[in-house]
């Protein structure tokens, strides 16, 4: 099973040296939900993953471990079609159909089409798994950054 790397999300609160309870109002999540991601007792969504990376100025790859390298990306809002369109390209680059992804992301091929038609925002875990198989930035997956190959 592949597990997200969770400390980084502790670091980054403590270096801007904000409390979780402080960090939560600004998420407009509850104090426990940061206490849990940081923990790695749930795997924080991906829109709240995106807002950890706008607000610490820092990459996704590096939140989640993906990088070494604490670089800035480019600070977007979530947007569906582009991850779905990214997810896509992956998929056809490595010769697979959305029943082959679904299969290695032990999901649904419905689910895998809601996913690249923009109509569902992918799970972080899902995302993160795509990620490591295929040495892909989750940077690029979102729209974060151009760099679509992790170094």
């Known amino acids: 099973m592949i597990t997200l790397e969770f400390e980084r999300l502790y670091f980054l609160r403590e270096e801007k040296d904000l409390t979780q309870k402080e960090l939560a109002n600004l998420m407009r999540v509850k104090q426990v939900n940061i206490s849990n991601w940081e923990?790695?007792?749930?795997?924080?969504?991906?829109?709240?993953l995106n807002f950890y990376a706008n607000y610490f100025n820092t990459s996704l790859d590096y939140i989640t471990g993906l990088s070494n390298k604490n670089f800035k990306t480019n600070n977007i809002?979530?947007?569906?079609?582009?991850?779905?369109?990214n997810l896509k390209e992956i998929r056809k680059e490595n010769n697979l159909s959305q029943e082959n992804?679904?299969?290695i992301l032990n999901t649904s091929h419905s689910t895998i089409s809601a996913y690249e038609n923009?109509?569902?925002?992918?799970?972080?875990?899902?995302?993160?798994?795509i990620c490591i198989k295929y040495k892909i930035s989750l940077d690029w997956l979102v729209g974060r950054s151009n760099n679509k190959y992790l170094k």
Do not use: C, D, V
């Not at 809002?77 to 369109?85: C, T, Y």
């Open 39 to 48: 923990r790695g007792k749930e795997i924080i969504p991906l829109e709240k």
């Open 77 to 85: 809002k979530l947007n569906k079609n582009i991850i779905g369109s």
């Open 101 to 103: 992804i679904a299969n």
């Open 118 to 129: 923009g109509k569902t925002l992918i799970l972080t875990a899902f995302a993160y798994q």
